[in-house]
């Protein structure tokens, strides 16, 4: 049960994380203003990395132990990639819309599924 809950409260974090790095993303599309490297990317970046390993580790190791109807290992391991990468492409105005809005839109998606998975079980 442990594993559960805090697969839960890690996925609570990274769907806040995502929400925000799309609002950042539209923030600096509409200046087009890059942001500091330093001072709001890296701390920003570093924040996304750390929260999506452990995440993708404890979902690993929870999907180990019960079965899931709709979610994958492989999933897991892209939205992670995914979300690591758009903590960063957020800051520059330059970066693709329509590849960065749908790197979110599948990272919402896999994130929501994994909630309907918790607090829904097979059982």
């Known amino acids: 049960m442990k594993d559960k809950?805090?697969?839960?409260?890690?996925?609570?974090?990274?769907?806040?994380?995502?929400?925000?790095?799309?609002?950042?993303?539209?923030?600096?599309?509409?200046t087009g203003k890059e942001r500091d490297f330093y001072t709001e990317v890296k701390p920003f970046a570093d924040e996304v990395h750390h929260t999506t390993t452990e995440w993708a580790?404890?979902?690993?190791?929870?999907?180990?132990?019960?079965?899931?109807?709709?979610?994958?290992?492989?999933?897991?391991?892209?939205?992670?990639?995914?979300?690591t990468d758009i903590a960063v492409q957020a800051f520059f105005p330059k970066t693709s819309y329509n590849r960065f809005k749908s790197h979110v839109?599948?990272?919402?998606?896999?994130?929501?599924?994994?909630?309907?998975?918790?607090?829904?079980?097979?059982?």
């Open 57 to 83: 580790g404890q979902m690993k190791k929870w999907m180990k132990a019960e079965s899931f109807r709709y979610i994958f290992p492989q999933q897991i391991d892209q939205t992670a990639q995914n979300l």
């Open 5 to 30: 809950e805090i697969a839960l409260e890690l996925t609570k974090k990274l769907i806040s994380l995502c929400e925000t790095a799309d609002r950042i993303y539209e923030d600096v599309r509409e």
């Open 105 to 123: 839109q599948s990272v919402q998606f896999i994130l929501k599924s994994v909630l309907t998975e918790i607090t829904n079980p097979i059982n």
